[in-house]
């Protein structure tokens, strides 16, 4: 496969920011000590929910990062997926964090996240049938309108399945984009965590997903346990992750790349450590160095 060549309208006209991390409380001493020169990362991103009416102390930190770093933000509690009816109050919280901020996007993940008012605080996966992906597509438009920027998607890692899906979960992304006009935010270690679980292909999966469509990578840590990955976020990126990600570089010709840390975060220096490692990835790698397909994934 030759190298990807994006037209200008790739990544719906929104810049490779570079290299990026998630901006958390364990590390806002650190950053509000230590000049912006010293930071050694281009941009943060900012879980949407963590800020939204917070105007104290890490209200003050966002300013001071904003003012010097790109930002993005990324939700957690939209359920694009869901039968309830968006939530009008939600999408305003958006917007008005969204005019403090300037974000170069807003992003959330394609998940549904509870019914008939309940919240399970889980990201559950969507059912990958004709009707879903009608029903989603609907309400990124009324998101989109709302907001006045497209929406920004993850696909999200899974531990199930539902007999109902009539197609992969890469075909439902690429579809969506297609339909909606939305950008895909592909979170390279939930491809490895998903593909482990359910068996599939994470090569073959990253090469149905549009690269023009590609805003965004997310790299991360998951826990093992044994016959299944678990999305904790709480070590270093694996190895057989690496292959993955450069494969993505390589298609898009490069795209903005944040590593994720929520638990067990280690110091801002040991964070930079890790990314440094994504920095390092090449994405004109020969040929033969490119990752083996069905890589590390069972039946």
């Known amino acids: 496969m030759a190298r990807s060549d994006p037209a200008p309208q790739a990544r719906l006209g929104l810049p490779d920011l570079g290299y990026g991390v998630g901006l958390r409380d364990r590390h806002f001493a650190y950053l509000m000590r230590t000049p912006p020169a010293g930071w050694g990362v281009d941009w943060f991103e900012i879980v949407s929910e963590n800020f939204i009416g917070n105007h104290g102390y890490a209200a003050l930190v966002l300013e001071t990062i904003a003012a010097q770093r790109p930002v993005v933000m990324h939700g957690v509690s939209l359920s694009i997926g869901g039968s309830d009816p968006l939530d009008p109050a939600y999408l305003d919280s958006i917007a008005e964090l969204a005019e403090r901020v300037k974000p170069a996007w807003i992003s959330d993940h394609l998940c549904w996240t509870g019914v008939a008012g309940l ?75 998903s593909a482990f679980n ?102």
């Open 119 to 193: 919240n399970s605080h889980d990201l559950l996966p969507m059912p990958l049938t004709e009707a879903s992906l009608a029903h989603v597509a609907g309400r990124v438009r009324q998101v989109q309108d709302r907001l006045g920027r497209p929406l920004i998607l993850e696909n999200p890692s899974s531990y199930f399945e539902y007999r109902s899906s009539q197609m992969p979960e890469c075909e439902y992304l690429a579809r969506l984009a297609e339909i909606s006009g939305c950008g895909l935010l592909l979170d390279v270690n939930n491809v490895y965590v």
């Open 198 to 299: 359910h068996g599939f292909d994470p090569v073959s999966y990253i090469e149905a997903i549009p690269a023009t469509s590609i805003v965004q990578v997310h790299l991360a840590g998951p826990s093992d346990r044994g016959t299944h990955l678990v999305d904790t976020h709480d070590s270093p990126v694996p190895d057989a992750v690496w292959p993955l990600y450069a494969l993505v570089q390589e298609r898009t010709g490069g795209v903005s790349t944040l590593l994720e840390w929520d638990a067990n975060i280690p110091p801002f220096e040991d964070l930079v450590a890790e990314l440094d490692k994504a920095r390092a990835v090449r994405a004109d790698r020969p040929a033969e160095a490119r990752p083996a397909r069905a890589l590390h994934a069972h039946g």
